[in-house]
């Protein structure tokens, strides 16, 4: 049984930091591209980091770059995403995909930034 489980959520003031966790199962997590995407209400996903299936590479979505850092560890099938001077704009559920053969995704963890 494939899961994604993402940990690490929580409420932070603007200027914070979080570090979101996911923890693959059930398939083979070394072979995939991993990504972190963000669903505000009322609007679209929105990409917000990937990072290739060995770590070599990794991009940012322009709103997060500079202030957000993709990670992973194939030994314990965990993606990363270490998020600085978070704003109120960057409230949403995060959720981490495994791209690949097949596409799988967590059911997300909410981030909420506010005073």
């Known amino acids: 049984q494939v899961q994604l489980e993402e940990s690490g959520g929580g409420l932070v003031q603007p200027g914070g930091s979080l570090r979101l966790s996911c923890v693959g199962s059930?398939?083979?997590?070394?072979?995939?591209?991993m990504r972190w995407y963000r669903q505000a209400p009322g609007k679209e996903r929105e990409l917000v980091a990937g990072?290739?299936?060995?770590?070599?590479?990794?991009s940012y979505a322009d709103s997060m770059k500079g202030r957000c850092t993709i990670s992973r560890n194939n030994a314990k099938n965990t993606v990363y995403l270490q998020m600085n001077s978070l704003k109120p704009e960057d409230t949403a559920v995060y959720y981490c995909?495994?791209?690949?053969?097949?596409?799988?995704r967590g059911q997300g963890t909410q981030v909420t930034v506010s005073s």
């Open positions: 990072i290739s299936s060995t770590g070599g590479s990794a």
């Open positions: 995909h495994a791209v690949g053969p097949y596409e799988y």
């Open positions: 059930g398939f083979t997590f070394s072979a995939y591209t």
